[in-house]
């Protein structure tokens, strides 16, 4: 019968880098973030969340101890303002998150 590993190191589910952005701050994004953080996967610094609700953004600051922001668009690189538009309508309709560079 084999032992459970113990981690003695948390490892991260992004590159070297990197951070984990969350469109969508609601229920679904938060649950998926607490996950994350709670699991030692991501440090609180290299994940953020977005929303368009400035009041679930406020409270999905404060429970997870993250950025969270209603104007994220300079979060996400290399895209022109119709992409960003596109990003955060198909996001928040969606839940879906995104690996960035910095």
């Known amino acids: 019968m084999s032992k ?3 981690h003695t190191q ?3 589910v992004i590159g070297e880098g990197a951070t ?3 469109i969508g701050a609601g229920v679904m994004g938060q649950t998926l973030l607490r996950g994350l953080l ?3 996967l991501i440090a609180h610094d290299r994940v953020w969340a977005g ?3 400035p009041a679930t ?3 999905a600051s404060q429970a997870l101890g993250i950025a969270v ?3 994220f668009h300079a979060r996400v690189p290399g ?3 119709a992409e960003r538009g596109a990003l955060a309508d198909h996001g928040y309709s969606l839940g879906m998150f995104w690996f960035f560079r910095h």
């Open 38 to 40: 709670s699991g030692k």
């Open 51 to 53: 929303d368009k609700n």
């Open 4 to 6: 459970k590993p113990e």
């Open 69 to 71: 922001e209603s104007d």
């Open 79 to 81: 895209a022109d303002d």
């Open 10 to 12: 948390s490892a991260s």
């Open 57 to 59: 953004c406020d409270a």
């Open 20 to 22: 984990l952005g969350v």
